[in-house]
């Protein structure tokens, strides 16, 4: 797959951005296996933020937890605005919304087509 986070393997990656997220009180985590699904990564995260400042914020623990973990080459989409924000650290992408923004895109749909209805 990507060689994006080398000192970090997907599953390690997975557990730090939840860890972080869950931490910083994001809202709705959700984490897809993608293996098999995409070679763009093996994990997909998917989190709300409550505000602009809270997604931003997210992203930026994150994108530092990831660093400080090894990972490389990690990049972020979607600042200032932080309506929606990517990050990408290779096997693991992440993208924190709020929540209008979120349900509006939903992506959730295109990788768990049954995704609202097992959230309801």
Known sequence: ??????????????????????????????SID???KSSVADTLIIASGRSQR???ALADHITRKL???????????GLPQCDWVLVDAGDVIVHIFRPEVRG??????IWLPDANAARA
């Open 1 to 30: 797959m990507h060689s994006g986070a080398d000192a970090l393997d997907a599953d390690e990656a997975t557990k730090l951005v939840i860890a972080s997220l869950e931490d910083d009180k994001a809202e709705d985590i959700l």
């Open 54 to 56: 809270h997604v931003g």
């Open 34 to 36: 993608i293996r098999g």
């Open 104 to 109: 509006f895109y939903n992506i959730e749909k």
């Open 67 to 77: 660093k400080e973990a090894g990972a490389k080459d990690v990049r972020i989409e």
